[in-house]
């Protein structure tokens, strides 16, 4: 990101709205100095929840693009998203009576996007919504995206014959340090969300019972198994 070239985008589009600094520091929440040292390109000084904050008052998108020794970035994540398909795969193997369908796209009513995983558990009806991510990046982003998945998933589902009597939603998080810190962070929106305990997961897959939205963490290894902790646990430790 270029402080500098954010900071001449932030004054702008500001005196375009006819706004003092001021102005913007009180719609965005934040202090008159914060903005004033986003503004002259000083974003070291300033934490990038308050940036976007500042950019979201002002009705602008901010996208932050990391960068690492050219295309090797991009191959890097793949290979950990697609080892991480690889675990749930795996897993799906030895669990009786699922059907695992990854990378099914979609595009209903103008909605578009992936469902990394679909489970179809047929005996029971149960379809299971995953999600992985290798990276937590915006909590609020990334929930949003997996409760639209699970609210189209009727949909998304209908051309294959399967008629869901359930609908879950499991969340599947790279095991890291950073993802446990941003996961512990917004410990009490998340527990709001994912109210099923991830320890009881396995027990789950034997025996669907019910709707569960969990997040668990995985190591990220081939042949890896899911870790027997979640959200949850892990928030009460």
Known sequence: MDDSRLGRAIRAVRLRRGWRQGDLAVAAGVSAPTVSRIESGRLAAVDLGRVRRVADALG??????????????????????????????????????????????????????IVDVLGWHAETRSLLVMELKTDIVDVQEMLGTLD??????????????????????????????????????????????????????????????GEVAVLSFLPIVHGASIKRGSAKATLRS
Do not use: C
């Open 60 to 113: 602008m998108q901010l996208e932050l693009q990391p960068r690492w020794r050219g295309s090797d970035l991009d191959r890097l994540l793949n290979a950990r998203h697609s080892a991480m398909h690889e675990a749930i795969a795996s897993l799906f193997a030895r669990s009786p009576g699922w059907v695992a369908a990854p990378e099914v796209s979609f595009s209903i009513y103008g909605e578009r996007g």
């Open 148 to 209: 639209r998945k699970r609210r189209l998933a009727r949909r998304i589902v209908a051309d294959r014959g399967w008629t869901p009597a359930t609908v879950s939603a499991w969340l599947v998080v790279a095991e890291g340090r950073t993802n446990r810190r941003r996961v512990s962070a917004h410990r009490q929106l998340l527990s709001s969300v994912f109210t099923s305990d991830g320890r009881t997961i396995g027990g789950w897959l034997a025996r669907p019972n």
